[in-house]
């Protein structure tokens, strides 16, 4: 079954307390990317990666960092947290074809007090 | 700057009716238009992607229409279930630009008894 698949779904953390959001996706896709999802605004993107190395920021970027090491794997890392950054997270993948359907994970709700 | 606009916010209707949901864009050169279905507190779900040269794509009792004219596109939702209930939402992107995409706020559905 195509999956991806976010660890932890749910996490409350303190102001600065680094954190990783993990990501795995199954379907051997080229392309992934991180969305934050907050009330009255639409998805907007953190960063994507379009292959194994290969990252760029989206439009939402600053307080966040990436990693593509191998292509399954695309973590969200928070090296310092605070609470502007208490928002759903979502990680999607797809093929390098930009006509191609997105799959998103399931979300990761992230609180930061 | 490329936009997606969304009505209405909110719609409430009665199992068993239609409905459509309006989708209007800013987004240029225009690439693809795609249609996702969000539970609360879930990940969006594809529906429906079309390109340029399509106008009409049908899932199940969803149909999306697109007209690239007027850069509009409509899912109508046919005969509606409990299960219909969700947000929906409009996502585009333009030619040159695969990795990023333009989302609506979604159209927030209640289907009730």
């Known amino acids: 079954e195509a999956q991806v698949t976010q660890n932890p779904r749910y996490l409350i953390t303190v102001t600065g307390k680094k954190l990783t959001v993990t990501c795995s996706q199954n379907m051997n896709h080229e392309y992934m990317s991180w969305y934050r999802q907050d009330p009255g605004l639409g998805l907007r993107q953190i960063y994507y990666s379009m292959n194994v190395e290969v990252t760029d920021k989206g439009d939402v970027p600053e307080g966040y960092k990436v990693s593509r090491k191998e292509k399954r794997n695309f973590p969200l890392i928070l090296e310092s947290p605070s609470p502007n950054q208490t928002s759903l997270y979502f990680c999607a993948s797809r093929t390098s074809l930009g006509g191609n359907t997105i799959y998103f994970g399931e979300g990761s709700w992230l609180t930061v007090v | ?113």
């Open chain 2, 1 to 113: 700057k490329n936009q997606v606009e969304q009505s209405p916010q909110s719609l409430i209707i009665l199992e068993g009716k239609n409905c459509t949901l309006q989708c209007n864009y800013t987004v240029s050169p225009f690439s693809n238009l795609r249609w996702y279905k969000q539970d609360t507190g879930r990940g969006p779900v594809s529906l429906t992607i079309m390109t340029f040269s399509e106008n009409t794509k049908s899932n199940g009792r969803y149909t999306a229409t697109l007209d690239a004219d007027t850069k509009q596109s409509s899912l109508h939702i046919t005969a509606s279930q409990l299960s219909d209930s969700a947000s929906y939402i409009c996502v585009v992107s333009a030619i040159g630009t695969a990795s990023k995409l333009t989302f609506g706020t979604g159209t927030r559905l209640q289907v009730t008894l």
